[in-house]
T-cell receptor, first 113, second 111 residues
């Protein structure tokens, strides 16, 4: 089974802190995604990577950056966390040949206080 | 990616068939239609994908008319455990593009 693992299930950080959310997949997928999910807003794409060191902005990239130094790992970085970044963050991966069949991690519920 | 429109919510009783329709008027020739299911506090899970006519697996059926401007996810004899949010996506699976989810359809199944 494909496994997408997010480093933390729950995280509490202070305003202004630099926050790293890590995601690892074990199926050699080319594509990886970071979403945030808020009540009533569905899943919104933050960033997308289709290869190592390649990234594209999603719909809401402001306040975030990403890093993909290795194929299996995709990190989401909050340079200076703010309370409006309190959310559920979901990582996903997919093979390039079947881009629309993505596999998701369990999510990280981040609270910024 | 083609934009999709689906109902915000639906209610059903246990044992009934549920049909959730998704509208995607500007679907492109190479686009496939994919449905995901999400339970509370979990990431979405792939359910089914199709290009045209009908696709069936052990979980659901997907009906796509000839013009492909809409699709219907059919869940046979739902149970309480089918209570979830269902998302419809349209995109080209051979092209490395961002996957855009909408707000989905919240299905509530009751006794």
């Amino acid at each position: 089974d494909v496994k997408v693992t997010q480093s933390s299930r729950y995280l509490v950080k202070r305003t202004g802190e630099k926050v790293f959310l890590e995601c690892v997949q074990d199926m050699d997928h080319e594509n990886m995604f970071w979403y945030r999910q808020d009540p009533g807003l569905g899943l919104r794409l933050i960033y997308f990577s289709y290869d190592v060191k390649m990234k594209e902005k999603g719909d809401i990239p402001e306040g975030y950056s990403v890093s993909r130094e290795k194929k299996e790992r995709f990190s989401l970085i909050l340079e200076s966390a703010s309370t409006n970044q309190t959310s559920m963050y979901l990582c996903a991966s997919s093979p390039r040949a079947a881009n629309t069949e993505a596999f998701f991690g369990q999510g990280t519920r981040l609270t910024v206080v | 990616l083609a934009k999709t429109t689906q109902p915000i919510s639906m209610d059903s009783y246990e044992g009934q068939e549920v049909n959730i329709t998704c509208s995607h008027n500007n679907i492109a020739t190479n686009d496939y239609i994919t449905w995901y299911q999400q339970f509370p506090s979990q990431g979405p899970r792939f359910i089914i994908q199709g290009y045209k006519t009908k696709v069936t697996n052990e979980v659901a059926s997907l009906f796509i008319p000839a013009d492909r401007k809409s699709s219907t996810l059919s869940l046979p004899r739902v149970s309480l455990s089918d209570t979830a949010v269902y998302y419809c996506l349209v995109g080209d699976p051979s092209y490395a593009s961002k996957l855009t989810f909408g707000t989905g359809t919240r299905l509530q199944v009751t006794l």
